[in-house]
């Protein structure tokens, strides 16, 4: 599993006769579908062909709640070992009361509204209020998580040889640096997406932002590594703590399964007539994402006549 940084490419210092057992902390897993589950999930599969032992902790999905595909279960190596825990998103719990409150009979209504302001009146206000919204974001929406993860995972990372963090969700860097600070084992943070400059945190209060800043400094301090997925990205980290030392920051890319496309069609041919071409975006649009390059590139061509529209 190669991967780059700003010295030439390494390769794990892995012995294939010896055996390393890996923490991941990783909180969103299959048959959780969601596109970071995929890197993940990939890496547990090539760390067990590295030779390593993988134990991986993880939430228990909500069913109903989040979208859950059982082929991706499927595809977690027999050997690899994942500790799911219960927990509780107060955040929703506003939500299933005023679930409630539109189920009740207008008469109840009417009788709340008449008097002194009903519960589900005050939890309303409580979702809307300065102090929701700032406990809603520590780090993200599940931080409830952290202290079960850490029960959970503290005897487990005592038996294991480093621990690695995978964000987001942030949280997972917090456990991380917990289980990293009770058990003294060495800890690696990959950085699937930014964490300070994410452009989903951007309506953060200023107090928020500076917990946050200040939870990934402390993550970056105790790491022994920390991923990033890209090099400019990498670059972006490493000028921001200049006091850590370069090798701390590496490059791991995003990658293709090769044993998942073997045996697909050889690479379109171009075809008269020309045959529809249907493209596909795998991913999420959010900030300052947009297709809208594509969709003018795509214009241009029709305009000048190099693509025919189907009919």
């Not at 279960?73 to 027999?78: D, K, L, V």
């Not at 519960?119 to 300065?130: A, C, H, I």
């Not at 780090?139 to 294991?160: E, H, K």
């Not at 171009?270 to 590139?297: C, H, K, N, V, W």
């Amino acid at each position: 599993m190669p991967f780059s940084n700003a010295s030439p490419t390494l390769e794990p210092n892995l012995n294939p006769s010896g055996c390393h057992r890996v923490l991941m902390v990783t909180g969103i897993f299959p048959p959780l579908s969601q596109v970071g589950v995929l890197r993940s999930l990939k890496f547990s599969k090539y760390l067990t062909e590295f030779g390593c032992k993988v134990d991986v902790l993880a939430y228990k999905p909500r069913i109903g709640v989040e979208n859950i595909d059982e082929s991706l279960a499927r595809e977690i190596p027999s050997s690899v070992r994942v500790h799911r825990t219960n927990w509780i998103i107060p955040t929703s719990v506003p939500a299933v009361f005023a679930r409630k409150k539109s189920r009740e009979s207008a008469a109840t209504r009417n009788r709340n509204s008449a008097g002194e302001e009903s519960p589900y009146g005050r939890l309303g206000r409580f979702r809307s209020s300065g102090f929701y919204r700032f406990m809603r974001h520590l780090p993200d929406n599940i931080s409830p998580w952290i202290p079960m993860a850490i029960l959970r995972g503290l005897p487990i990372a005592l038996r294991c040889d480093c621990i690695y963090a995978s964000a987001p969700p942030f949280s997972t860097h917090v456990i991380g640096l917990w289980l990293h600070r009770l058990t003294r084992k060495p800890l690696i943070v990959d950085f699937r997406d930014p964490w300070i400059g994410n452009e989903g945190y951007s309506s953060l209060s200023p107090r928020n932002i500076r917990l946050h800043e200040r939870w990934e400094r402390s993550a970056i301090r105790a790491a022994k590594f920390a991923i990033s997925v890209t090099d400019p990205r990498r670059d972006i980290m490493a000028g921001r703590y200049p006091g850590e030392p370069a090798e701390k920051f590496v490059t791991i890319l995003n990658g293709v399964d090769h044993e998942e496309i073997a045996g697909l069609p050889v690479p379109l041919e171009r075809t008269l007539p020309p045959e529809p071409l249907t493209m596909s975006y795998f991913g999420s649009l959010y900030g300052s994402r947009t297709p809208q390059p594509l969709i003018d590139a795509v214009r241009t061509l029709k305009e000048a006549g190099q693509l025919i529209p189907r009919s």
